[in-house]
């Protein structure tokens, strides 16, 4: 068994060296406008995020500096026409430690609300602001958790990443905010519906 569980971190670690490379090369082109957004003010904020089951812990600074730098790398590469500013405000997290795969892997989570500003006419675009709930890469898929293959660190930005995508998939969603069209996009295994977290967290607490 020992050496069954070896080798999947070995390979979960190989996959994981890949998965930095390809958002490297997906961050580095020019993306598909959304309308004409160009980001302006990137605003993050945790103020004592609730720490779930089974989690390491983390700082608020430090969610704020990842968060912050996911977010500005992802929308920082549109060159649209208007200035709209992100608000993000990290509500709780897992940061997964290692457990008894199987029977007790819990699955890092990061969840988030996000408001959007438009400039020029210095009004919010969603009145109440969004909650998104993101897995890390990978982390809902795995048997092994990622405590078992990642730093602490590797875990807060590999939710943040997804954080910024998720941010990105709502605002293509929504471009007309942004004086573009909305887009129906598929379904995203690393975004978590309301019911989904729901069952997430009555699984890892019935672990503890």
Request: charge should be negative.
């Amino acid at each position: 068994m020992f050496a069954t569980i070896t080798r999947g971190v070995a390979v979960l670690s190989l996959v994981g060296l890949a998965a930095c490379a390809s958002i490297t090369d997906e961050l580095s082109g020019t993306p598909e406008p959304i309308g004409e957004f160009r980001h302006g003010y990137n605003i993050v904020v945790a103020v004592d995020p609730q720490k779930g089951p089974f989690s390491r812990e983390a700082s608020n600074e430090e969610w704020v500096a990842v968060v912050k730098q996911a977010v500005g790398d992802r929308l920082g590469r549109y060159e649209g026409g208007a200035y709209y500013h992100t608000a993000v405000a990290v509500q709780g997290y897992v940061l997964a430690q290692p457990g008894i795969p199987i029977v007790a892997s819990p699955k890092s989570v990061l969840i988030f609300n996000v408001t959007f500003y438009e400039d020029a006419t210095q009004t919010k675009l969603n009145e109440e602001p969004i909650q998104l709930t993101v897995f890390e890469p990978g982390g809902a898929s795995t048997i092994i958790g990622s405590g078992y293959t990642k730093s602490r660190e590797e875990q807060m930005q590999g939710l943040a990443y997804n954080a910024a995508k998720a941010i990105e998939r709502l605002m293509r969603e929504n471009g007309d905010w942004f004086g573009g069209t909305r887009e129906i996009l598929e379904d995203d295994p690393t975004i978590l519906s309301g019911a989904q977290l729901s069952e997430l967290v009555a699984d890892q607490e019935t672990d503890q």
